[in-house]
Every structure is written in C-alpha cells, then in structure tokens.
C-alpha cells in the first residue's frame, strides 16, 4: 500500500496484489464502461467506482481497480464532499500505476510518473 494526503483536501491511497496471472485473471473481471474508464484505459481489465463519505473522515470521491497480468491495484481517491475530482486525473494516477507495474515486471526501476 502506498498513500498521499495533504491532510486538507485530498487523500490518494494505492493498494496491490501480485498473484498468479491466471488466478488474478479469475478473481477479478473488469466491467468498466467506456463512459466510465475512457476509451482506451490503462490495464488488462478495469472498474471505476464511487467512495462514499465516511463519518470518520468526512471524504468521498473516485476510485479505480485495475489487473495488469497478475496485479491487481485498487486506486482510491478522496476529497471533502462538494469538490471534484476530474477523470483526467484519477486516469492519470491509473496510467501511472499500471506503466509502474509493467516496468517492474520487465525487471526495471518502476519510475513512471503522472503526467
């Protein structure tokens, strides 16, 4: 797990499972829409979903779950309710996060960053 916060506004929390190709392949099938992900979305298979505000924390937003070969990432991103989130930017983070898993898996640096 990796995550962000400025402690204000925004908090960005990144969680992975690296399984067997075929096994992570069986556990998760993606369902995201192109309304939903974009038209050509990062990752083998992709969801987007929304995160409701907790009363612990008071944030809600976006978030994304994304297989690339035997990784699965689920990639949340929260704000205070009555802000926005673009999809520019919760694609972004994914783009980065799935070029990050494809280096790994070619054995190099994992170094992409959101452009």
């Known amino acids: 797990m990796a ?3 400025d402690m204000e506004d925004e908090e960005l929390e ?5 399984l ?5 392949e069986e556990l998760f099938t993606g ?6 992900v974009g038209s050509n979305p990062p990752g083998d298979q992709i969801d987007r979903f929304e995160i409701s505000s907790s009363p612990s ?3 809600d937003g976006e978030g ?3 297989r690339q070969d035997g990784v699965i990432a689920r990639i949340e991103y929260t704000r205070p309710p009555g802000t926005q989130t ?7 983070i994914t783009k980065m996060v799935v070029t990050r898993i494809q280096q790994a898996q ?3 640096n994992p170094t992409a960053s959101v452009e």
């Not at 673009?86 to 972004?92: E, K, P, R, T, V």
């Open 106 to 108: 070619r054995g190099e």
């Open 3 to 5: 995550a962000f916060t």
């Open 64 to 66: 994304v779950i994304v």
């Open 20 to 24: 067997p190709g075929a096994t992570a």
């Open 57 to 59: 924390t008071g944030m």
């Open 14 to 18: 990144i969680y992975m499972i690296s």
């Open 86 to 92: 673009s999809d520019q930017q919760l694609m972004a």
């Open 31 to 36: 369902k995201g829409t192109e309304d939903e």
